[in-house]
């Protein structure tokens, strides 16, 4: 082996102007939402232990440093080729494009283009490219220009970087998206570290990655999780038993997802047993909540009094029965959250507007002694009002990322734990009357950055309860899957041409901002969306009446013939009426009739 360097350097220092390949032999880019979320965490969370509001930009030169591992590379005279860590420096190349997407129109925008790309006679690459994924390349272009990429036919390292960028649109802190977000740019491009190990043939540097990754497999928390707890269980021949039962569940949950095991473990023991939280200000400790999502194997064994675990029989019970019957639920919850049910529509609804933190939520007012009749009753109560959570803040422009949602929820989950079916009910009805939010923020509903992530879901909603009440055949499931060939987009009425409307508006931006209303919006497939983009409201019109329902209802012809749909009208009087024009006006009419429609939806009884 000739010699290799190692040298520790910055973001900025690894990515500027920097070009790296990864080799079509190398496995594809296939990071989780686990992962994403706990990178995000990670650096927003170190962030925070450094930032305060009044600080000016130069100190950030003295916050701490984040040591983000190691990564192997092989370089020659004609490239440089990652050879371990395609996956921490591919992701943080989205999280770099979402920031940089963040930035558009503000003031103090931080120059990062040179982290994420770079040009050579004429031509824009990526910095960490596969030069035989034409998709690949076309996937990150549409995420750096903040546009919808059709991921159907992609290979598996394109749906998962698809995927990622929409986790962390999800999962980037509302607070760090004002005034600290170039204070987290700076911190994240010049105090995040890497060590670049360094070999200059590509032989060599497999020899490392070897070396350094083949030291023997290390036990995941789940399975010290299992030997602390089977090692308290006296009898052979019930710890026997034991072991079979974890495994089997074990088994079970991972055919879900790859480690799905601690996703559940994580949720079932923040349910049901922990009772702190780290409180939300500098330097605080963690505490049950946070410690279970780090080391829930140390965490039991530490609190194994507190959550009674004492004597064998209390492990053997643990094991035997809490275990299997809260994995069991937690099974039929991840189902239904992919699969839709009648019977528990909400879990899916709360899943489709990535509410993970539902799980936990849920399980926590489950008690192990209740009958299958009570279980399901609960997970509809809660489910439900989550539902109504979420559109409520989501209306009134209020964040539901992850991490500013935890802690609330937490609190909710500690609230209901193990309450019985009326206790649960007056709780939760006495916290939607306690809500400071009501669907009156729908009034000034309009999509952009924030609400898109929304907007495909509430739509969908409108649409397919307008159609089910009228009788038609409808799928939510159909409107909101990005998967299928030709997947729903949010469509404008109004055609993106400001030339048009300029004796209603003074200024493009006013032009802009009514286009963007709730009002404005419909769904349409995407080949539709696509053809019908910059066509006159008249030509519009009779290619909606092809469309769904609500499209649909724009066209006088809608209201012939058509007695359901009459009838729907009628007995929920909803104002629903042919538009042979599209005005402002109309616009606004529109939103009202939204509106109602929404409140019939979700301010209902959670009962």
Known sequence: MKKIDGKEKSLSDLLSFKKYTIHYYQREYRWGKKQIEELIEDLTGEFLDYYEPGHTRDMVSSYGHYFLGSIVVSSNDSENAIIDGQQRLTSLTLLLIYLNNLQVSRSDMISINHLIFSEKHGEKSFNIHVREEKDRESCLNALYTNKEFNTNGARESVKNIYGRYQDIVDLFPESLKENALPFFIDWLIYNVDLVEILAYTEQDA???????????????????????LLSEIKSDAIRNNANEIWKKEILELNKIDKDEDANFLKNWLRAQYAETIRETKKKAEKEDWDNIGTQFHKWVRD?????????????????TEYFPKFADIYKQLKKYSVQFDPDYECVFYNANNNFTLQYQVILSAISPEDNNATIKQKIQIVSRYLDQYIARRAFNFKTLDYSSMKNPMFKLSKKIRQKSVPELLTILQNELKMMEFALDGIDCFFLNLYTVRYMRHILARITHYVEKGSGLTTKFEDYVNRQIRNPYDIEHIWADHYERFKNEFATEDEFKAVRNKFGDLLLLPQDKNRSFNDKEYIEKLSMYFGENLLAKSLHENCYKNNPQFLKFKQEEMLDFRPFPNFTKDSIEERQQLYKEICKKIWNVSIG
């Open 206 to 228: 497999h020899k490392i990655f070897v070396s350094m990754n083949d030291r023997g497999l290390s036990l995941t928390p789940t399975e010290m999780l299992k030997g602390f």
């Open 303 to 319: 609190k194994a009094k507190v959550i009674g675990l004492e004597k064998s029989p209390d492990y053997t019970k643990f094991v």
